[in-house]
């Protein structure tokens, strides 16, 4: 499902196991163009006006990160 600034749902699960460490039982994970992008997605107007939907009923945590890249054979 593709949400606006290019934000795409990869993983929406209300049901996830945890195997090792902590974690809630929901899992959300998207993909935007960039970090650039997904940090400007959560600094916007539109997300900060409903941001207290999310934190006044669930806890959790919000991670922005790079894409994988798979490093060089040989590399240190």
């Known amino acids: 499902m593709m949400l606006s600034r290019g ?12 195997l090792e460490g902590v974690s809630g039982h929901v899992t959300i994970v998207c993909r935007f163009p960039s970090k650039e992008a997904a940090k ?11 941001k ?6 669930s806890e959790g945590f919000l991670i922005v ?8 054979a040989g590399a240190h």
């Open 7 to 18: 934000c795409e749902f990869l993983v929406a699960d209300d049901d996830s196991e945890v």
């Open 52 to 57: 207290h939907l999310r934190t006044d009923n």
């Open 40 to 50: 400007a997605w959560y600094e916007s107007d539109e997300y900060q006006h409903v």
């Open 65 to 72: 990160c790079d894409q994988f890249k798979m490093p060089h």
